[in-house]
C-alpha cells in the first residue's frame, strides 16, 4: 500500500509541474508562479530523499535559473532569426554569461555551505549589474536581478557564519 502511495505522489507532482510549464508557455514571469511549486517540491522527503536538510534549497534554485536561462536562450534565438542582427546575440549573450556568474556562486554555496570572500561576492555582484546594463532580454534581466539578490544573501550569510564561528573560537 505504501509503494502505490509513493508512485501516486510522484506522479501528481510531475503532472502538477507538467501543468505548470505548459500554462507558462516560455514566458520568464512564470518563475515566480513556479518558485512556489519548486519550494514544495524541495519538502518532499519522497522526491528528494537523498538531500540533506542543508541542501534543500539548491534543486529550487537550479530550477529557477535553468529556467530563465532558458527563456533566455529562447528569445534570443528568436531575436536572431527575425532581427538579424548577430551583434544583439552577441551582446545579450555576453549578458547572460554575466548574470549566471554569480548564480554559479550561489548554487557552490547553498550545496557546500562554505562561505566564500567577501571581495568575491562583490566581483560576482558587479558582473551582475554589469550583465544588468548590457541585458535588452528581459529574462536575463530576471536573472540579473536574481543575481543581486542572492549576492547580497550570500554575503550576509556567510558574514553571519564567520560571526558564529569566532564566537566558537
Not at 3 to 29: F, H
Not at 78 to 103: C, E, F, K, Q
Amino acid at each position: 500500500m505504501q509503494v502505490a502511495n509513493v508512485w501516486r505522489m510522484r506522479v501528481s507532482w510531475l503532472l502538477t509541474y507538467v501543468c505548470c510549464m505548459l500554462s507558462a508557455e516560455g514566458s520568464p514571469e512564470a518563475v515566480f508562479m513556479l518558485a512556489p511549486l519548486l519550494l514544495l517540491l524541495s519538502q518532499d522527503p519522497l522526491l528528494l530523499r537523498h538531500l540533506g536538510e542543508r541542501q534543500r534549497y539548491f534543486p529550487p534554485v537550479l530550477a529557477g535559473t535553468a529556467y530563465l536561462t532558458a527563456s533566455a536562450l529562447e528569445f534570443m534565438g528568436r531575436l536572431a532569426y527575425y532581427a538579424g542582427d548577430a551583434s544583439v546575440v552577441v551582446r545579450n549573450g555576453a549578458a547572460l554569461l554575466l548574470a549566471l556568474i554569480p548564480h554559479a556562486l550561489f548554487l557552490h554555496h547553498l550545496w557546500t555551505q562554505r562561505p566564500a570572500r567577501g571581495i568575491v561576492v562583490l566581483s560576482a555582484a558587479a558582473t551582475a549589474l554589469l550583465g544588468l546594463g548590457l541585458s535588452q532580454v528581459p529574462s536575463v534581466s530576471y536573472l540579473a536581478l536574481a543575481a543581486l539578490v542572492v549576492m547580497a544573501l550570500q554575503f550576509f550569510s556567510s558574514r553571519h557564519m564567520r560571526q558564529v564561528g569566532m564566537k566558537m573560537v
